[in-house]
């Protein structure tokens, strides 16, 4: 571990990866504060930047947009009412009333303490866990690993959206447009229909950008594009000391909340920021203000649970190859492009790269910090930017982007087939989610099975005959019938 | 005139199970390999998990007839369908106009469909942004981007890719 850590150090500290860092967390900002710009269609539509650098360093940008965008969607929550991002939503409950009685400034510099807080205590955490967890994964085998990916791709389904069926017709589409390409036991070819471009599969990141950005772009105009002109003077950005003692453990004790369900496949910082606000709430008998009319201590809570998914989601996606949430799914696909396996074998493998992730996560946040407290004023007009130059521009990166992939015109077509398929999904409320990630678990699941199978001459007893992934299987199985159960009391 | 679209999870069960029909036929042209683990097997449990969940929604949509109606206002159509014919003629014009010509074509084209009208900021930001764009992968990142056999614009482009810096990456 130590020499991992070593190496990770000497990887990080490297002018370009220092300055991509920093240009990274701008970049987020900058598109964080603008409402509607996702964290997750932010790294999706400039993943394709990384692709001509080492993985270190495409990594830092990457982390870097991720942490930036995901903080700054707490600027237009508290300014303007609107979340930039989904994670800053409960951030609004007592951010904007703060901003209503004059003290946006002093929101925002609370805003700006947690969520470092959050992000930091997350990757330490995360830095020492992750290494005994891969250790684990390394010694389970097929039957298990099946059923962790068959997991995954439940609890997913069964937490990110209003029906789960959908959630698990999603995901499953995602599994299935995986099967494109050549067979990976026998090396057949499977759905090419006579293209030879197909048998190297559909590129997972032109889906990506496609069902994240051209989607959600389709969608901003059927909406409409609007304008928000926004004239508001920022002070006392920087919080007192009094503040900062009245928010120190809400903030601890949501930044370990957040880690943990961070950790969860599927369970991304709005998940996060909801349950730490609510339990902030609920501890905090008396409280004055009230939670909800503009009380510090609610901010704190919401910004640190949902910086500190962050890394948390870094957990499954490094040591299993599963994705914590949509952003770690683009961020394997940016390995994958490298040739990097994420998995239980990268911490064997690649030690310096691991290591320097969770440095680098570190770095960003303490980049937010100084840049959030610093530059607040400036990104406060990043919200007036105007949409009728900024979407044609995102239309621009979603196509070039996927071109530079591998330079073939048919993953732009299939970029644009995954944005039209992905916004008539989204209008008729399929989570898109499920999709990608079923897409990277998916050939994760086939190989698993077949190899099980292949091992038990045809046998499905070596699934059910393993304690450990009958245990896992139960859990998938409880995780779609716990919400359907629910759902139907609630009903009754 | 809008989009009005009745039962749209009956409507979308039924197109799922297709799909997981369809799965089948095509998977039955697969070779099955050897054991029950052939190329067709695991698409085949996946069309399988496709039409059980289908069968669950459209169970559901029998007794349960909320939000299953979608309307789509006619503006919202056009805006729709306008956004993705001009992506799409974008993506199309890549190979004969070439990433500058095309990008810069675009960018006004569609700024001024989103409202922009100012001559000075539209012809500032689309070829800005084109050129800023061209440099980053183009030469910085020596990422190929599509050339036109027609208006070779790029390789009357001043600068880096001149004065020998990254030879051989374009053109």
Known sequence: ?492 | MGLHVPHTDKLGSILWLLLAVGIFVVSADLPTGTGETGAAFYPRVIAVLIALFACMQLGRSFYDEGYQVRDVSRQQTQRVIAVVALVTIYVLSLPWFGFVTGTVLFLIVGMLYSGARSPIRIGVAALGLTLVLYYVFAVFLRIPLPESPFVPVEAALPGLIHVGLIPGVIG
């Open chain 1, 1 to 492: 571990m130590l020499a991992g850590l070593l190496e990770g150090l000497s990887l990080v500290f490297q002018p370009l990866a220092l300055a991509l860092i920093v240009f990274g967390v701008v970049v987020g900002i900058v598109m964080g504060s603008i409402p509607g710009m996702t964290a997750t269609m932010t790294v999706a539509v400039l993943v394709s930047f990384t692709f001509g650098m080492n993985p270190t360093e495409g990594m830092m940008l990457l982390l870097g947009i991720y942490g930036g965008a995901l903080y700054a969607g707490s600027i237009p929550a508290i300014l303007i009412r609107t979340p930039g991002t989904p994670s800053a939503a409960a951030t609004i409950f007592d951010g904007f009333p703060l901003s209503e009685q004059g003290q946006a400034g002093k929101a925002i510099g609370i805003a700006t303490i947690a969520s470092f807080v959050g992000g930091a205590v997350s990757v330490l955490i995360v830095t020492v866990l992750s290494p005994q967890i891969a250790n684990v994964a390394l010694n389970i085998g097929s039957p298990e690993y099946f059923a962790i990916a068959f997991f995954g791709l439940t609890i997913i389904a069964s937490i990110s959206g209003d029906s789960i069926t959908k959630g698990m017709l999603s995901g499953l589409l995602g599994m299935l447009i995986a099967t494109v390409g050549l067979d990976p036991t026998l090396g057949q070819p499977r759905f090419t229909f006579g293209f030879p471009e197909l048998s190297a599969g559909i590129e997972f990141i032109a889906v990506m950008i496609g069902l994240f950005g051209l989607a959600e772009g389709v969608n901003r105009y059927r909406e409409g594009i609007g304008t928000i002109d926004l004239q508001q003077d920022l002070s006392g950005i920087t919080p007192s000391r009094a503040d900062l003692k009245s928010i120190r453990n809400v903030t601890l004790g949501s930044s370990v909340a957040g880690s943990i369900i961070g950790s969860i496949p599927g369970a991304g910082g709005d998940i996060a920021s909801f349950v730490t606000y609510n339990e902030a709430k609920r501890w905090a008998k008396n409280a004055t203000p009230e939670f909800g009319s503009g009380n510090i201590k609610g901010v704190a809570a919401a910004e640190s649970g949902n910086n500190s998914s962050t890394a948390g989601a870094l957990v499954p996606t490094l040591t299993l190859g599963i994705p914590g949430d949509s952003v770690t799914a683009i961020l394997i696909g940016a390995l994958l492009v490298h040739g990097i396996q994420p998995g239980p074998g990268l911490f064997d493998n690649e030690p310096g790269l691991v290591f320097s992730i969770f440095i680098g996560f570190f770095l960003v946040y303490v980049v937010i910090l100084v840049l959030g407290l610093l530059g607040a004023h400036v990104w406060v007009r990043v919200i007036n930017f105007p949409a009728k130059y900024l979407w044609p521009s995102i239309f621009v990166l979603c196509v070039v982007g996927t071109f530079a992939l591998r330079g073939n015109l048919l993953d732009m077509w299939v970029m644009v087939a995954a944005g039209v398929l992905g916004f008539i999904l989204r209008m008729d409320g399929y989570p898109l989610a499920p999709i990608v990630l079923g897409m990277i678990l998916g050939p994760i699941a086939e190989e698993n099975l077949r190899r099980s199978l292949e091992l038990s001459n045809g046998s499905w007893d070596i699934i059910y005959t393993s304690p450990i992934a009958m245990v896992i299987l139960l859990l998938a199985a409880a995780s779609l019938v716990a919400p359907i159960a629910l759902q139907y009391r609630e009903s009754e």
